[in-house]
């Protein structure tokens, strides 16, 4: 596709459950990011993908949090036991991984956690 | 702890008038500044980035203004439309692959 590819773009989940976020990027992008959105917090980082290696899991917030990256192309976000406070804008970004180089977002997952 | 301090958290201007939104850093490594901008419903979008090695980037009527010494970097945004109504994100990184970002500026152009 011609950007990066987020879905679904909506989930609702009750507490407790497990959810799966999936990204898509652009085609030939070696880097991508996964960053979230909550209201009034900015961007957080999440965790970085260099190919199918992850460098930097530091944003990740808790254990319950993990992510891959298969193919050096598709990737997936997945949260266990999903908690109120996951509730967010899951945003996913790539780009070739040069220095300074401009990221390319997605639209992003909304997560609703009742 | 957020790295860059942005501010105001929202602002409404009219037609034609300035917007100005605020930032501010205390890690001195830092060496890229990009601003992010963001649609609702979309991911942000790179707006404009400057370097410090210069105090002020111009991309049509949105500009960059960088006070090294202050720590502090501002984007001003000329003859403001209604179609810049979004949310604006500051950003900064050390020349890697992390950027840090502000909380965001909710700017809403008054008709």
């Known amino acids: 596709g011609a950007g990066v590819s987020q879905s679904p773009s909506n989930k609702v989940t009750e507490k407790g459950k497990d959810v799966e976020l999936r990204c898509d990027p652009i085609?030939?992008?070696?880097?991508l990011y996964w960053y979230r959105q909550s209201l009034g917090q900015g961007l957080e980082f999440l965790i970085y993908?260099?190919?199918?290696?992850?460098?930097?899991k530091s944003g990740l917030p808790s254990d319950r949090f993990s992510a891959e990256r298969t193919g050096g192309s598709v990737s997936t976000l997945t949260i266990q036991r999903t908690q109120q406070e996951d509730s967010a804008v899951y945003l996913c970004?790539?780009?070739?991984?040069?220095?300074?180089?401009?990221?390319?977002f997605g639209s992003g997952t909304q997560l609703s956690v009742l | 702890q957020q790295q860059v301090k942005q501010s105001p958290q929202s602002l409404i201007v009219q037609k034609g008038g300035i917007s100005i939104i605020n930032c501010a850093y205390e890690?001195?490594?830092?060496?890229?500044f990009p601003w992010y901008q963001q649609f609702p419903g979309k991911g942000p979008a790179l707006l404009i980035a400057?370097?410090?090695?210069?105090s002020e980037k111009k991309e049509g009527r949105f500009t960059i203004s960088f006070n090294k010494s202050a720590k502090q970097f501002s984007l001003h945004i000329m003859d403001s439309q209604p179609g810049d109504s979004a949310t604006y994100f500051c950003?900064?990184?050390?020349?890697?692959?992390?950027?840090?970002f502000g909380a965001g500026t909710t700017v809403t152009v008054r008709a």
């Open positions: 993908f260099q190919g199918n290696s992850a460098p930097d």
């Open positions: 890690n001195t490594a830092f060496d890229y």
């Open positions: 950003a900064a990184s050390m020349g890697d692959y992390k950027l840090s």
């Open positions: 400057i370097r410090p090695d210069v």
């Open positions: 970004a790539s780009n070739g991984g040069g220095t300074n180089e401009k990221l390319f």
């Open positions: 085609s030939g992008h070696t880097a």
